[in-house]
Nanobody, 115 residues
Framework: QVQLVESGGSLVQPGGSLRLSCAASGISFSVYAMAWYRQAPGKQRELVALITRTGSTNYADSVKGRFTVSRDNAKNTVYLQMNGLKPEDTAVYYC?????????WGQGTQVTVSS
């Protein structure tokens, strides 16, 4: 059974930092491209950051220079380091694993940026 379990979401003040984690099980983690998406209330889900199996990364323009995605294949875990958080970063953050036609999602973790 495939599971993607996100953790690390919280309430944080503007300018603060958080690190999200996504632990995967039931998949050959190292071959999967891993991504973080987010969905704010009333908005469509959007891609935040992607890391390929070779370690190449891609970011949404809105988070470039503030967020960093990384992976630890030994721990089957992908991370999203978020610095300089803004109120507009408030959303549910979802972990995604993709390989060929296989596509899996986690349940999401809430990030709220507010003073």
């Amino acid at each position: 059974q495939v599971q993607l379990v996100e953790s690390g979401g919280s309430l944080v003040q503007p300018g603060g930092s958080l690190r999200l984690s996504c632990a995967a099980s039931g998949i050959s983690f190292s071959v999967y491209a891993m991504a973080w998406y987010r969905q704010a209330p009333g908005k469509q889900r959007e891609l935040v950051a992607l890391i390929t199996r070779t370690g190449s990364t891609n970011y949404a323009d809105s988070v470039k220079g503030r967020f960093t995605v990384s992976r630890d294949n030994a721990k089957n875990t992908v991370y999203l380091q978020m610095n300089g958080l803004k109120p507009e970063d408030t959303a549910v953050y979802y972990c995604n694993a993709r390989w060929v036609t296989l596509d899996y999602w986690g349940q999401g973790t809430q990030v709220t940026v507010s003073s």
